[in-house]
Nanobody, 124 residues
Framework: QVRLVEFGGGLVQAGGSLRLSCVASGGDFSLYHIGWFRQAPGKERERVGAISRSGGSTWRADSVEGRFIIDRDNAKNTVYLQMNSLRPDDTGVYYC?????????????????WGQGTRVTVSS
């Protein structure tokens, strides 16, 4: 059983930056691809990024490409989401999730574990 906890959310002005952390415990973190998701009020959860088990490969959604950076430190059981040039439409609850799937970007149903989320609010 892997437990994921997100940290780092908060209120920031448009154009600002935040760095989210996803800290894992209870399993071999290096076995899991990690995805970052967000859910805005009244909208479906969407994936904004993903990182492979080793950290050697990443994927980002078009909406955050060039603004968000994902990396991981397996020695610290932590994945990071650096968010720059934040916009009001980046507002939402951000979740990390862990997947044992072969694909770094699996279907959402293939994620094995989820964090509880951390709220990000970007003011205009």
């Amino acid at each position: 059983q892997v437990r994921l906890v997100e940290f780092g959310g908060g209120l920031v002005q448009a154009g600002g930056s935040l760095r989210l952390s996803c800290v894992a415990s209870g399993g071999d973190f290096s076995l899991y691809h990690i995805g970052w998701f967000r859910q805005a009020p009244g909208k479906e959860r969407e994936r904004v990024g993903a990182i492979s088990r080793s950290g050697g490969s990443t994927w980002r959604a078009d909406s955050v490409e060039g603004r968000f950076i994902i990396d991981r430190d397996n020695a610290k059981n932590t994945v990071y989401l650096q968010m720059n040039s934040l916009r009001p439409d980046d507002t939402g609850v951000y979740y990390c999730a862990a997947a044992l799937s072969p694909s770094m970007v699996p279907y959402i149903s293939e994620y094995n574990y989820w964090g509880q989320g951390t709220r990000v609010t970007v003011s205009s």
